[in-house]
């Protein structure tokens, strides 16, 4: 049975506070569905690489096409929510 959006929102969002943990990110919230990777958690790209290698390990993923939610009419997007990664993944992603 796959995830529903919130369990994975829940599962990315513990991720990302693993990830960003030893950052010295001053969020003036807690993460949620609505947190931007860029403007509100301080990735790079590098980091937002590193995060997708991060994301297939923790859900079991192999060989998701994460091109097609960097890259929009074949340029890359400025910037990425949470809840725009669980969209995408829930296509992905099983129980």
Do not use: H
Not at 48 to 64: H, N, P, R
Request: glycine letters at 6%; aromatic letters at 8%.
């Amino acid at each position: 049975m796959p995830l529903d959006r919130d369990a994975i929102v829940g599962k990315l969002i513990v991720l990302l506070e693993d990830f960003t943990q030893d950052w010295d990110n001053d969020l003036d919230a807690a993460m949620s569905a609505d947190s931007r990777l860029l403007a509100d958690l301080g990735f790079e790209s590098v980091d937002i690489i590193q995060l997708t290698v991060a994301i297939e390990e923790d859900f079991g993923l192999s060989k998701t096409p994460f091109d097609k939610l960097l890259m929009k009419d074949g340029r890359y997007v400025d910037d990425l929510s949470i809840g725009q990664i669980a969209d995408f993944l829930s296509a992905f992603v099983r129980g």
